[in-house]
């Protein structure tokens, strides 16, 4: 089974979209997807409406989805770990303790555009617009993903 970890701020707009499409391109059988924030602020909530009518639109459920916190355990428990921007990377890498737990966390954008460092955009006070640009994003980020991961 390999595990993957899509992070982000709050846990209810971009992760939540990463993991919903990540997990439709895998098989359940082989591959666990999730998804955290680095904060506890909106512990327990399922995602932002904007995050959840676009995933529709495009054929993904994520309704179910409640956010979490990102803690220790989860380098423990998975084999990548993808921030959505800078400041999610430098969160989770504070709380590596290992190289080992290092080695698991990039920037997701960094897949599709290797060595580049780009972000995905806070969408939360943006724009209906900013979630679909943020769909397309990850959306993109996602294919190359799943490829590499079914390919190995
Ligand atoms: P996310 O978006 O990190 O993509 O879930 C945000 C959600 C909530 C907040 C910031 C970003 N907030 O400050 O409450």
Redesign the pocket.
């Known amino acids: 089974m390999t595990k993957i970890l899509m992070v982000?701020?709050?846990?209810?707009?971009?992760?939540p979209l990463a993991e919903g499409i990540l997990a439709s391109k895998l098989p359940k059988d082989s591959f666990v997807v999730d998804s955290a924030?680095t904060s506890d602020?909106?512990k327990g909530q399922y995602p932002d409406n904007r995050s959840v009518n676009i995933a529709r639109h495009y054929g993904i459920d994520i309704c179910k989805q409640t956010s979490r916190p990102f803690t220790k355990q989860d380098f423990k428990d998975f084999d990548h770990i993808y921030a959505?921007d800078q400041s999610n990377l430098k969160n989770i890498l504070a709380l590596a303790e290992t190289n080992s737990d290092r080695n698991k966390v990039s920037l997701i954008l960094n897949e599709n555009y290797p060595h580049t460092d780009k972000e995905v955009p806070?969408?939360?006070y943006d724009s209906n617009k900013g979630f679909e640009t943020v769909f397309n994003m990850l959306e993109d980020a996602c294919q190359v993903i799943a490829k590499r991961l079914l390919d190995q």
């Open positions: 982000c701020l709050g846990n209810i707009c971009r992760s924030g602020y909106h959505m806070d969408p939360y």
